[in-house]
């Protein structure tokens, strides 16, 4: 309703710790009064140095302290109560509506993961063994998968730890191989998936990462999808 105009600083489809400040950026957080951003990106130097060159002694920096998975509908939701406060502290005389519109927001939320989780149960996800992206554990053991193993940055994996990862998931006849579309170098978990006879899927972590996915909702139906599809794939390859 015209209270608050809200710029998104880092695309959707980018790693954070790849994103490089953009002279738009620093002139979009001068002209800002709040800045928000996750417990993770405190000490960033893109974030700490965008900070100090907007230069602007009035800007509110609030950290939205909640754990590092933010298409679980659980995490969605404390994301939504801690948002809500922090604009409540930062313009007191509309707390009430923030509240009001924070408890609408969470409600939708709780109904649609209630309804992607229904599909998961309906496919047995529970039965199926993979290995994921870390940056999407926490949401592939919400879809009920079995996490035998993770894996950190495409960059920073070894020739050691990509034969350990391949062990792992033959040990564990891993069905699916579950990067992380943000993470981006996919090539390696793609090879990982050929090695071991796994789908390779890529989801992602943020709203707006895919075509048409430019709200929570709909970003947890792609991904969901995208598992399913996988996960139907493997099971016509294997019976």
């Known amino acids: 309703d015209g209270k608050v105009e809200v710029r998104n600083l880092i695309p959707p489809g980018m790693c954070p710790g790849h994103y490089d400040v953009k002279p738009s950026d620093v002139e979009t957080l001068?002209?800002?009064?709040?800045?928000l951003i996750h417990n993770w990106q405190q000490n960033m130097k893109s974030i700490t140095g965008l900070v100090e060159a907007a230069d602007n002694p009035g800007l509110i920096v609030k950290v939205i302290d909640v754990p590092d998975a933010p298409m679980v509908p659980d995490v969605q939701v404390e994301a939504i109560d801690k948002i809500a406060q922090a604009l409540g502290e930062i313009d007191s005389?509309?707390?009430?509506?923030y509240q009001q519109k924070a408890e609408e927001?969470?409600?939708?939320?709780?109904?649609?993961g209630k309804a992607v989780g229904d599909r998961l149960r309906e496919a047995k996800a529970s039965e199926i063994k993979v290995i994921c992206s870390d940056m999407q554990a926490e949401f592939v053991k919400w879809a009920g998968f079995d996490v035998i193993a993770t894996y950190g940055r495409p960059e920073d994996l070894s020739v050691a730890e990509i034969e350990k990862l391949?062990?792992?998931?033959?040990?564990?006849?891993?069905?699916?191989?579950?990067d992380n579309l943000q993470s981006g170098?996919?090539?390696?978990?793609?090879?990982?998936?050929?090695?071991?006879?796994a789908i390779q899927i890529i989801i992602s972590n943020f709203p707006g990462g895919f075509e048409n996915t430019e709200t929570w909702e709909k970003t947890i139906d792609k991904n969901v999808d995208l598992l399913l599809e996988a996960l139907n794939e493997w099971r016509e390859q294997h019976g």
């Open 30 to 35: 001068a002209n800002s009064k709040a800045f």
């Open 93 to 97: 005389e509309n707390s009430a509506y």
């Open 105 to 112: 927001r969470k409600q939708a939320v709780l109904a649609q």
């Open 166 to 178: 391949v062990n792992q998931a033959k040990q564990a006849s891993a069905a699916l191989v579950i």
């Open 185 to 197: 170098g996919a090539g390696k978990s793609k090879a990982v998936a050929q090695d071991i006879g």
